[in-house]
Each structure stands twice: as C-alpha cells, then as structure tokens.
C-alpha cells in the first residue's frame, strides 16, 4: 500500500468527525440566518422593541409605576380634544417648514460660495462645520444667553446702534419665541445642508457650466436649467433627513423656553416629554409621540420612492 | 464665420507663465490647428479665445471685435469639449437645442436647426434620448450638434476625438473634415495628436511651454520644420537624430558622428559651410533611409546592425543599431530583414535636417 493511499484514507476518515455545526453552515440558508443574527438582534433590541413597547403604551393607561390596563384608542381620543395638543401640531408643522426652508436657502446659499476657488478654501470648510459639531445642548445655552432680556448681546448691539430704544424679550414673547427657536434650529441646520449640497455641487462637471455659457446662458440660468436639475437628487435627500429630524426636534427647545411661553414653541417631542415624564403619564406621552408617526412614515415613503426613481433612471 | 486674430497674448497662473506672447492670425473659414504636448499651452490659448479663462495681457479679436471684456455669450462661438459636456438630464434634442431657446429663437426656427444638424450628422433617431443612452461617438455627434446649430462665427474644439476608440477617430476626424468643408466656419482645434494636427489642419501651429513654435501648413511644417521639436513632434515613427560634427576633409564638408560619416551633398554643404567646426544635430526622417546593397557605399551611406522587426503590414520598421546610438527606418514591406543582420543604409541627400545643438533651431 502506498503512503499517498494512507493519505487519503486518513483524510476521508477524518471528514465525518468535523463538528455537526460546521457542516450546518455549508448550507447556505443556515449561514445566512446566522450572518443576519447580530443585525436582527440589535435592529430588534434597539428599534423593534421599544417602538412596540411605545405602541403598547399609548392603548394604556400606565403611569409611572402603574403597569396600565388596555384602553383602546382612549388617549388618542383625550388628545384630539387637548388644544396644547393642537398648538403642538400647529408649532411643529410651522417650525418644520420655516426652518426647512431657511436652511436650504441659506445651505444652497453657502455651498454654491464655497463651491468657489478661494484663498483659505479648506480651512473655511471645516470652519463652516462648527454649528454641526458642537454639541447641541451646549451651543443652545449659548443661544440662550444671548436671547437672554438683560443680558442679551444681541440687545446690547441693537440698542447701540440705535435701532431699539427697549429690550427685546426674545424667549418672552410667545411670537418672537417660536422665531428664535427657529432661528437656532436653521443656525444649527445650515452646515449639513451646505456641506451635503458642495459634496453634490463637486460631482457636476464644471465643463457643463462653461458649454452654458457659451451656449448664452447667464449665470441665474445656468443655475436654473443646469446646475439646479443636476443637485436635485442630492437636495431631495438632505431635505427629507432634515424635515424628519426637525419635526421631532426636542434639544433646542427644551433647553430654550421648555415649550413655553404658554405653549407658544410646544412641539410634538417637547408636549410628549412634558406629558409623559413630566407629569408621568407614560400612557398619553406615548400617545402623542406615536401621533407624530403617520406624517414621518409619509415622508419616508416619499424619500424610498424618489430614491428609486433616481436609481431607476 | 469671422477671423481670429490673437496679439501678444500671456496667460499668468501666480508663478507659471501657461501662455507667453502668442500671436496668431486666422483667416476667414480657415481650419487651424494648435498642437503640442500637455502642458503646451494650447488649451489654455483656446479657453481664452472663449472666454472661459481670462487673459493676463494681449488682445483677442473676433472679427473686428476685441473680446478681451466680453463674456463667452456674447463673443459668438461655439466649443466642443473632451468629455462631450453634454447636459445629462436634457434629451438629444433639448441639449442641441439649448443655445438657442437661451437666445430667444422662435420654437420652429430651433426645431429646424436641430433637424438639419442631426441630420448632417446622422442622429435624428436619438433626438428623444439622453446622453448616457449613447454610445461615445454618438455623444460626440451631439456635442458637434450642439456647436453647428448655433451658426456661430468660430467653432473651437479641444480635443474632441480623444476620448473615442482608434477606429471611430480615424472616421470622425474624416467627419469633422466633411463638416468643415460644408460649413466654411473659421474653426480653432487643439489636439496633442500630431495625426489629427496634419489631416484636418489648413495651417498647424506648433506649441511647446507655452510658446509658438512654428506655424504652417502641415506639410510645410513636416518638410522644413523649424526647430529639432517641431521636427521630432510632427511624424510616427518620429524623425531620427544623431550628434554629428561638421569637418572639412579634402574640400568637402563631412557630418561625422557615432557610426556615421557622411559626405555632404553641394547645396547643403555650401549652407553648412559657416557651422564648420560645430556639433550640431542632424536628423532624418524614417522613410528617408533606404537599404542599399552593401557594394553601393559612398559618402550619404553608413553601416547598420538591426535589433527589432515590426511588421506592420503597409510597411516595416527596423530598430537598427548606428554606433552606440539607435535609428528607426521605415522600409517597403517586402523587405526581407532579419535581427542581428548588417545592413547598409542610403540617405537621401535632398532630406537632410541639421539643427543648432544649443538653440536647436534649424540651420
């Protein structure tokens, strides 16, 4: 008998002794399930449970260390005829849209500057990311101070420069509190939309401009009929992600004015805390955060379709 | 349709000089080319002749317009560019139709322009697609479309055939030569493809850092060129060139250099005369070296050894060994010439280059 046969008899010996769970992930299906294992594990731990917990809560009426009883829809019910409820729907929708539009105006803006060739380029780019890398909590107290009625900088220079003759109670006054909050909000928002929108501006190829031009294309339509077209994918995007974390927005206006004055800057994430820690009713808390669901579902139903329809073409 | 006249034109990047004192007249409906190799300047002269870059000092005439102050809209050309720079959300259509809806053309005026050029260019199939749906040579008809509809008085081009494969630029050049002829617009085209610079040009300008090197019609430029680079630049396989010193021996003016020594004919002679003494570069171009029985030898034949044989079917070139040094013939097809073989190679005495070593302008 030769070695090699030994060889391979000891191989072919050998094979069956392999461990049962080893031979189990030579089949694809079981290796699948066992890749997908740790993704589903903290998708589920992370998001699943505590969105269906949260769900739960609102066909309760739990409070702090009261388990609840099943109540149907009864806090939805209690909500539609809560006016705080209302003037929280009416703020969101307000500060959504306000801010949105300031921070792509502004963000557009800022990109198409820095889109240019300049002395200091770089360093202006990171420099414009600041607002974005602070942490919110405290650039807004620093807001805070500034809104501040005595201590306000921004007081201070109006009045020196004689255009007020009395303080501004920025925080105070139930209009001008809902502004500053937003103003806060675009002042924070402006960078992601100005960096995301140069990243999108660098990708069009600055020949098409140049072939504009020399088409007769004056600098407002080669915005229009080129660049605008060529950015819009990426807009899209950027703006969905904004309008989703703006409408649910809590910082700002919880370390600003907590909702106040008289629910004038109340908003979904802000009313549902104040209900739901605040006063403990975990149940109707849970209520009004879940009532925020159906709108944010729609835009990301609308950002997946776009998306697609982009990647289609 | 206009002529180009460029006066003393500089282009400063903060410490490089792209451009330096380039002077220029093109003629109406003339077809010039500017070529060299990257970095010559040459794109950077067209951008300022459009207005996409702006001129350090000099004088750009477009008919009898300075230019100079006016932006691209309103200098009256129309560019095609290397990476086609078609709009890509825009159909074929819309992309030729652009300039002139930008400039207020009457909506049936616009479609028959756009008809009639996609015609001359055969793409009226494609006029509802977009860009990526094309392949590359239909792009580059598009941006030709483009530039036509337009009936500007200068067409520039930088170098639109490049990004094509081998076989599609032989037949678009044929094209834009056909187009040319047709339309009669004054056209400036840059290229670095010396080919492309001797088929389509009337007059070719030759640019090397940022200055003129020669410029003429193409085959001026080939037979007498200017300078070793020009002479070097212009030709494949390109022109050989060999140190030789000019002595006087017996009466006669001799090029002696390494493995060669050749008697020069009278006329050139006579012109070489006052160089006697001096290590100056001749040159001679591949097809001008011609294998002669080894019996043949005189004075315009030197002795060579070959090292490589390329077939190329229409004719063969020889890598041959001179001296130290190396030449390339270019010889008939039916030459039989195997490697490590002597040859003995003939000049031909009526197309001899000798350039000044240190200006290396032709002498």
């Given amino acids: 008998m030769a070695v090699s046969d030994l060889v391979t008899r000891q191989a072919f010996a050998d094979a069956p002794q392999r461990g049962a769970a080893t031979r189990l992930l030579e089949d694809e299906r079981w290796l699948a399930a066992v890749l997908l294992l740790p993704t589903v594990v903290l998708l589920g731990l992370f998001i699943a449970y505590p969105f269906v917990e949260g769900v739960w809560l609102a066909v309760t009426n739990a409070t702090v260390g009261v388990p609840g009883k099943f109540v149907g829809l009864a806090n939805f019910e209690a909500l539609w005829n809560d006016s705080i409820f209302r003037t929280a729907v009416y ?37 414009i990311l600041l607002p974005f890398i602070i942490p919110t909590v405290l650039s807004t107290f620093a807001w805070k101070w500034m809104f501040d009625p005595t201590f306000s900088v921004i007081n201070w220079t109006l009045f020196h420069f004689g ?22 909000n675009v002042w924070r928002g402006v960078p992601f939309f100005a960096i995301s929108l140069l990243a999108g501006l660098q990708t069009i190829n600055p020949e098409l401009e140049e072939a504009a031009a020399i088409d007769g294309a004056r600098a407002w339509q080669r915005f229009w009929h080129v660049t605008w077209p060529l950015l819009l994918p990426v807009t899209m995007v950027v703006m969905l992600f904004s309008i989703i974390q703006t409408f649910a927005d809590f910082q700002l206006v919880y370390v600003l004015t907590g909702g106040g004055p008289a629910n004038a800057t109340q908003l979904f994430a802000t009313y549902a805390y104040q209900i739901g820690v605040g006063t403990g009713l975990l149940s109707q808390g849970a209520a009004v955060s879940l009532a925020m669901f159906p709108f944010l579902l729609i835009v990301v139903v609308v950002q997946l379709l776009y998306i697609r329809r982009v990647e289609v073409h | 349709m206009a002529p180009v006249v460029i006066r003393n034109l500089n282009k400063k990047y903060n410490e490089v000089h792209a451009v330096k004192g380039v002077n220029l007249e093109i003629r109406d409906r003339e077809f010039v080319v500017l070529v060299g190799p990257s970095g010559c300047g040459k794109t950077t002269t067209l951008r300022m002749v459009a ?61 028959r322009r756009v008809r009639h050029a996609a015609d001359i260019l055969g793409i009226e199939d494609y006029l509802s697609r977009k860009p990526r749906q094309l392949s590359g040579g239909q792009r580059q008809r598009v941006a030709l479309g483009r530039a036509i509809v337009r009936h500007p008085q200068v067409f520039l081009f930088d170098e639109p055939l490049s990004n094509l494969d081998a076989k599609l630029r032989v037949q678009m050049r044929v094209e834009l030569k056909k187009i040319h002829d047709r339309l009669g617009t004054t056209a400036i085209y840059v290229t670095h493809d010396q080919v492309e610079a001797m088929t389509l040009g009337d007059r070719v300008v030759v640019m090397k850092d940022g200055v003129v090197q020669q410029v003429g019609e193409p085959l001026d430029l080939y037979n007498a ?139």
Avoid: C
């Fill in chain 1, 91 to 127: 703020n969101t929708f307000i500060y959504t849209a306000v801010a949105t539009v300031f921070k792509l105006g502004l963000g557009l803006w800022l990109a198409l500057l820095l889109n240019r060739n300049f002395r200091g380029k770089a360093f202006t780019r990171a420099f």
């Fill in chain 2, 51 to 111: 207005g996409l870059e702006s001129i350090t000092s000099g004088e750009v005439l477009i008919g009898d317009t300075v230019v100079n102050a006016l932006p691209p809209m309103d200098r009256d050309i129309a560019m095609v560019f290397q990476n086609y720079a078609l709009y890509p959300h825009m159909s074929v259509y819309d992309n030729m139709a652009f300039g002139l809806k930008m400039r207020r053309f009457a909506r049936a005026e616009i479609d």
């Fill in chain 2, 225 to 363: 060129p200017a300078n070793r680079f020009v002479a070097g630049f212009l030709g494949s396989p390109a022109m050989n060139f060999v140190r030789v010193a000019l002595v006087e021996n017996g009466g006669m003016v001799q090029a002696v250099g390494d493995g060669v020594r050749l008697a020069l004919p009278g006329a050139t002679a006579v012109r070489l005369r006052r160089h006697l003494g001096e290590e100056v570069t001749l040159g001679v171009r591949p097809e001008d070296l011609r294998i002669v029985a080894a019996e043949a030898a005189n004075g315009l034949s030197f002795e060579a050894v070959v090292e490589v044989v390329e077939r190329l079917g229409s004719e063969i070139l020889l890598d041959l060994k001179v001296g130290a040094g190396s030449m390339v013939a270019a010889v008939e097809p039916t030459v039989q010439a195997k490697v490590r073989e002597h040859l003995r190679l003939a000049l031909n005495p009526e197309r001899l280059h000798f350039f000044d070593s240190r200006s290396e302008a032709a002498i």
């Fill in chain 1, 163 to 184: 255009l007020i003759h009395s303080r501004i109670n920025w925080l105070g006054e139930p209009d001008l509190a809902l502004i500053s909050v937003i103003i806060v």
